[in-house]
């Protein structure tokens, strides 16, 4: 408003409330967001308005998007062309990742994110990896994730190489997830060489994502499997 803004925009890159509980106050706007985006929020919508799906808070009301698109989809904001590109990965339903030529620059949501992409759909990971490796092909210098290290992202954000250290760490949770030791392994066990060099940033919440996401993934493709064969 002290900007003189009148109009906006809301781009809902994917499911989570952190990126769609807040569109109540945008409820006379345009939202745009995937139609898969739209169909999880409306078969979960009862338990997010109560806070029983990741628990409390709810978010009441819980307002959905109201442009829906399938495909990646050009459009034109405030003069700049943009590509809403689909990428099948993170969450159910998809995200949305936000291409701008003009500044070279790629919003990507939670479908990179640093330190640890939350891996709470263990059954896509293979998908999710390939999905992930396309934003590899994008003419981008500039990455930017919705959870990142804010000091890095004021003096130019990150690389392609950021998203490339995303797709090693589901690679390597997928290929280590049958060790003995698995469930007992850290961040650090897996993502030593990215840490070091300086492209991601750990802090320890993202050792608790980290157990997170070998409790899922050894679940679904060691203890899920061995139930069924």
């Known amino acids: 408003e002290k900007l003189g ?29 995937l139609r898969g985006t739209y169909d999880a929020l409306v078969k979960y919508k009862p338990l997010i308005e109560k806070g029983e799906l990741w628990g409390p808070p709810g978010t009441n009301p819980l307002v959905l998007p109201n442009k ?3 495909k990646d989809t050009e459009i034109t904001l405030a003069g700049f ?8 990965a993170h969450q159910e339903g998809g995200s949305l990742c936000v291409y701008i030529p003009a500044f070279r620059a790629v919003l ?15 059954a896509g990971t293979k998908g999710y990896i390939a999905e992930t490796k396309r934003l590899l092909d994008l003419d981008v210098d500039y990455v930017f994730p919705a959870h990142g290290n804010p000091d890095l992202i004021a003096t130019g954000a990150y690389g392609k190489r950021f998203v490339a250290a995303c797709v090693a ?54 203890k899920q499997a061995e139930n069924h064969g």
């Not at 809902?12 to 409330?17: A, E, F, G, K």
């Not at 990126?19 to 945008?26: E, K, R």
């Not at 062309?81 to 099948?88: F, N, Y």
């Not at 990507?108 to 263990?122: M, Y």
Request: charged share 25%.
């Open 5 to 33: 803004v009148e109009k906006f925009t809301v781009i809902n890159t994917h499911m989570d409330m952190d990126h769609t509980g807040g569109n109540a106050v945008f409820s006379d706007c345009t939202i745009i967001a």
């Open 68 to 70: 829906l698109i399938e």
């Open 81 to 88: 062309e943009l590509k809403l590109l689909r990428v099948d």
């Open 108 to 122: 990507v949501g939670d479908v990179a994110e640093d330190a640890a992409v939350f891996v709470n759909q263990p």
């Open 169 to 222: 760490y589901q690679e390597r949770l997928f290929e280590r997830v049958n060790d003995p030791d698995f469930l007992d392994t850290e961040f650090v066990d897996f993502m030593a060489d990215y840490l070091k060099d300086g492209c991601l940033h750990f802090t320890e919440v993202y050792a608790g994502i980290h157990k997170a996401n070998a409790e899922n993934m050894y679940n679904h493709w060691v």
